[in-house]
């Protein structure tokens, strides 16, 4: 096991009808004069925002509000709302919605104390001090609820960049699984792919008896098994959404990557698909992660033979552990389209004929991407084929 | 699954010669004068205090200290500790060893900004303020290096009382692994056993469909179980005992608990049983866990054949599901004793004649212990007799 520092301080708040309780937290943390920040008028719609104004009115808490946040949040709106914190000297912000709106409250409350650009931190700039961020988490996926990251595309060059910082991991996130029940079948499962994903990229590592950390990931990504076709057939179904959403906080705050190195190459090889073709990012997870495991799998056949018997239950071939492996690998495949998801190029719309686009979008020049394999360029192209 | 809070905003720092930058920590959590806290003269001998002195020195932290804390820690020595911190103006308390050492630095931290009897927080006042703590950690068991409660034993009539408070769940804890390499065996399955027995009071509930925290609980109960042999076959293997320090933090700071009824009854029962006989705590719990499982086993048999099939790898018995509970609760045993845990009043030098003294200081009345099976007197009384 590797040495590590491990830190999650947000306070959690789980469960039915918990946002009414928002304006007492936000007290407890200090808010004063908030600004409420959420995306497109589904949170009008459904009653939500109505509910959370209301419990802050009943608390005493003044608030601003600032919506429009799209997927893959802009800096377009990040500037506007910094501005708004600094004319009405907003002490909190509280974001609304899912991964993209959480991001974007965290890159206010950057900029809200800052005189200079807020995108410089995204350039690298140390941060220093932030507002105070919490959310009301409506979608899980992102794992941004108990996260010290935000990803902001900016404008300019529509660049994607990410800051990281303790001082923008949310104080408090209410999670209530009734929130989720509205999720489109496809949305859910682009969701749960990307918590899985989540879970493997800290899980295909080369650093040996890491079992706690191990099994902890294990139990995550058995849940999200378990409970995604549930949550499919019956989108009321309370008991799913709750395992679901709190499997998605677990997957991410990093308790099942401590102690080992990790490998997010996957996650960068989509970033590219997605940028180029606009496909959700779970859609895009489902295609690039069965490529990358039939890629490198002969690089630790027996990390990919453990997967494929505590996972998915399969008979350990003890004479051949590649065919054990490759089951696994199977496995996972036939459970991302039972979900919907696409699992090749095509069903993405991306084609063959892209992927050397792709590669020089991804920049690795002579360098190399991830740690459980370095992969070169010429190994991304290989990789991208194998998901034609 | 019920509607939970969870807060856990201890900072881990895990792994080899990390107590040496115990004094960076200190500055970071912005202790100036500090009580370094500890028990026996072990941490004196293997030299970890003096390289703990150092570190501090480095960072120009000013210390006193205080050693002596015995298992079960007393109220005697926490007025003492108490004493210096009010005539030295000491602004933080370093625990430097296992549960017994960080429950009574808690309890001094409880005491040094009250004015009154530190006691009175044993007795249910309510907590406003303490002293920050830290905790380097020498003992893999109570997991109160990232809890929120203090067990203490008054000198007054020998009353053993505990306090719970976020403000005493300490701000940061150092875990290095090679401390425990020095644990005798005994004290190592000790150790494991009481890991163990935080899972299950939390596993063996009545709420339904809590799939993510059965799932965590399973991944912590399987490491143990792998890994303690590893630690007791051979005392230094790093790998081994770092797992099982993180198991421990894992196992008790409630990310397997939330969201349903839990039940330490056993735990309870156990204490008269210590109290009475002076044995280990872990030892205690070995004897009554699998007593109490025989006897509640029939309230429930499915979830004690999850037990069975997920832990032990039993084949389920769709005929007769209670064989397979049956075949879980043995290898349970089998593996308690396979570490050198007794399993059996006789083997602890409890006697069966004394059982109805157990029950009566356990003090029930006409009242209930547990929630899985709310036990009556009776009840409890059948389950020493089944210890026996």
Redesign the interface.
Known sequence: ????????????????D?ENETGKYIQRFGGKKVLIHYGSGSVIKSGLLERVKKSLESSGIAFSELGGVVPNPRSGLVYQGIDICKKENIDFILAVGGGSVIDSAKAIALGALYEGDFWEFYNGKRIDKALPVATILTLTAAGSEGSTGSVITHENGMLKRAANSDLIRPVFSILN?QLTCSLPPYQTACGATDMLAHVMERYFTNT??????D??C???M??II??TPKALANPDD??AR??LM??GM?AHND?CG??REQDWSTHNMEHELSGLYDVAHGAGLAVMFPAWMKYVMSHDVNRFAQFAVRIWGCEMDFQNPENTAIQGIKHYEHFLQSIGMPIRFSELGAKAGDIPVLVKTLGLGEGTLGSFVKLTEKDVQKIYELAV
């Open positions: 096991m590797n040495n590590f520092n491990f830190y999650s301080p947000t306070y959690f708040v789980f469960g039915k918990r699984p040996k008896e890491v079992e706690i950390t099994r902890l294990e139990g995550i058995l849940t378990n409970e309370y008991e709750a395992n709190w499997a677990v308790i401590v102690g």
